[in-house]
């Protein structure tokens, strides 16, 4: 089959090489693509289409929502790429449920729920993809009080490899609704989600300043306040910004208070106001779409590369002291720390395909710059991460600047791993979903 072809029946737009618009159609803000076509469906028919064409021509298939995977998920060289903008609606349903096409954005979400008092903790960008964000996790400004992302999704509609449409919930291909929350795209290209939102009203948002002096006091206190917090409180240490001064810039604890309440707010802030002292705050009540940020694109020749992990209670003090350590050193990298605990944790370990529940803090490194300032500083980051090894597990999805094997063994323990690979063997066999932190069809024994 030729995109010739593909065009009779097919009701999107095919944006080949040679078109006016194909160099941006073919790039994501992490990686520039030369695809042999983007796809742009109107419906999920037209998505259906495309996955018979990718699974008929053996081309290899990129499904992009927002596009901003670190690791380029969105495109690839010489394949298709599954663009689902188009299909972005959001449609208000009753009891609170609201159906949101799987092209959508967090933005796109924000903006239309908040005439109706209406939210759904998503992640803190507002040109990040609702599938992508929410398949893998979805830590947010609300994640303390309401969860992930994935914890709010109710149902998903799947195109599925074979090019069927499943309507998947905990009581419709249950073990697929299962493998969806937390597996990533390898099951299949998502069309719409059914979220459960929840009424809100404005929220305290804003950023709290300490020198770098007082690194090390501050997050050890942020850290062992956030254990007694109320669960509308949610913040993320920031610090080593060589744009702030590298190892003298300051550790900004960026923070969210859920409700509009100044009593209640100050009351759950100050605590975190006391650790030091403060040289900065910007705290103030604002919309909660408001507290989502615009998407950044690295300039042309900038490289970003990410590595996270997780700490669980008996690990946060010696993890915090390397960070802290490491990050008032020259040749830090840039270091955020994000608070996850509450809602996260009380759903089972074993309820989604998200397996890190118990983690108090999500941290992440990031470096920036030209081919050769990466490289210069892999050996450092290298021998942080080997500190840091015995006190850490796992690594988040949405965060992977790469997707190795070993990148994926990371994401998975051993148990979650096999269970997604064996869903993975019933319902993408030939592995067509693979653009992605993959993980292969289960290999089951022939019969002899």
């Known amino acids: 089959m030729t995109f010739d072809e593909l065009r009779h029946g097919f009701g999107g737009e095919i944006v080949e090489a040679g078109a006016a618009e194909y160099d941006a159609a073919g ?9 042999a076509g983007v796809l742009r469906p109107q419906s999920v028919a037209d998505v259906q289409a495309v996955v018979r064409f990718a699974a008929d021509t053996g081309l290899p298939l990129a499904v992009r ?89 109710v149902a998903a509609e799947v195109v599925t490899a074979d090019s069927d449409v499943l309507q998947t919930s905990a009581d419709e291909h249950p073990e697929l ?18 979220f459960a939102a929840h009424e809100t009203t404005q929220v305290f948002h804003g950023k709290l300043a300490f020198p770098a002096t007082e690194a090390l006091e501050v997050l050890q206190g942020w850290a062992e306040y956030l254990r007694t917090a109320p669960a509308e409180l949610t913040a993320i240490a920031n610090f080593a910004n060589p744009f702030l001064g590298g190892p003298n810039a300051p550790v ?20 975190i106001r006391s650790l030091g002292t403060v040289i900065a705050d910007d705290v103030a009540l604002m919309p909660y779409a408001g507290v989502l940020v615009e998407g950044q694109t690295p300039p042309p020749g900038i490289q970003l590369v990410t590595r996270s992990a997780f700490a669980e209670k008996e690990s946060v003090s010696e993890v915090l002291r390397i960070l802290a350590e490491t990050g008032t050193t ?18 089972a370990a074993d309820a989604t ?64 791993y096999h269970r997604l ?20 069809p289960q290999q089951l024994p022939s019969a002899e």
Do not use: C
Not at 386 to 399: I, V
Not at 424 to 430: E, F, L, M, R
């Open 177 to 194: 609704f299962w493998g969806l929350r937390g597996g990533g795209g390898n099951f299949g290209v998502v069309t719409a989600f059914e």
């Open 421 to 440: 690979a064996a869903l993975k063997h019933d319902y993408d066999p030939g592995n067509l979903f693979r653009g992605n932190h993959n993980v292969p």
């Open 252 to 271: 900004e604890i960026q923070l969210t208070f859920d409700g509009d309440d100044a009593a209640a707010a100050a009351a759950a802030i100050d605590p």
């Open 27 to 35: 790039k994501t803000p992490f990686r520039v693509g030369k695809p």
């Open 330 to 347: 020259a040749g830090s990298p840039i270091i955020s720390v994000r608070s996850v605990g509450g809602a996260v944790a009380r759903v």
């Open 353 to 416: 395909a998200y397996p890190y529940r118990q983690a108090e803090l999500m941290f992440v490194t990031t470096t920036i710059g030209p081919p050769p300032v990466i490289a210069a500083a892999r050996f450092g980051l290298d021998a942080l991460w080997e500190r840091l090894a015995p006190h850490s597990t796992g690594a988040y999805a949405n965060f992977l600047a790469s997707a190795t094997e070993a990148d994926v063994a990371a994401v998975y323990p051993a148990q979650t």
């Open 65 to 153: 929502g927002g596009g901003h995977a670190f690791a380029g998920f969105g495109t690839n060289d010489g394949g298709v790429v599954l663009d689902l903008s188009e299909l972005a609606d959001v449609e208000l349903l009753e009891a609170g449920r609201v159906r949101i096409g799987g092209g959508a954005t967090w933005g796109q979400v924000a903006d239309a729920l908040a005439p109706h008092g209406l939210a759904i903790s998503s992640g803190d960008t507002r040109s990040v993809g609702v599938g992508g964000l929410t398949l893998s996790g979805g830590i947010g400004w609300k994640v303390r009080k309401y969860g992930l992302a994935l914890d709010q999704l």
